[in-house]
């Protein structure tokens, strides 16, 4: 989603741990793992209707359980439902690639396709 003068962001649901600003995160995206750094996290009005236009408050950690908007680069491709990963470290980087890898290949193997094709329907 695209937030006036953030630019992509993504919305993600903290279940366990802490999120940092400049932490560096694995994601699944369409073209493989995402790695990119975080830029600024974001927590919604306490109380408020979300279809209301509202500022975001801009914190430096959040902790579980907890909805954050995450502004970081590259999350064009991003994709909805998988994991969102923290290396700890630069070397931990390519294990993680590697298990967002085997997550999106698990997804994949799952997806059965029919030969008939795809069937539309339309009225007038």
Known sequence: MKVEGYGITIDVILRNGK????DT???TG?????????????????MKDSKVKNKYTNCNEVR??????IVAKDLEKAIAGGSLLVAKTPTEVDALKNQVNDEIK?????I????????VQASK
Not at 64 to 69: H, N, T
Not at 106 to 110: C, G, I, N
């Open 64 to 69: 579980a359980a907890q909805g954050v908007k």
């Open 112 to 119: 059965k396709l029919n030969k008939t094709g795809v069937c």
């Open 30 to 46: 369409v073209d493989g793992p995402i790695v990119t750094e975080i830029r600024s996290l974001l927590l919604p009005p306490v």
């Open 19 to 22: 999120l940092h600003v400049n």
């Open 106 to 110: 698990s997804a994949v193997s799952k």
């Open 25 to 27: 995160i694995v994601l």
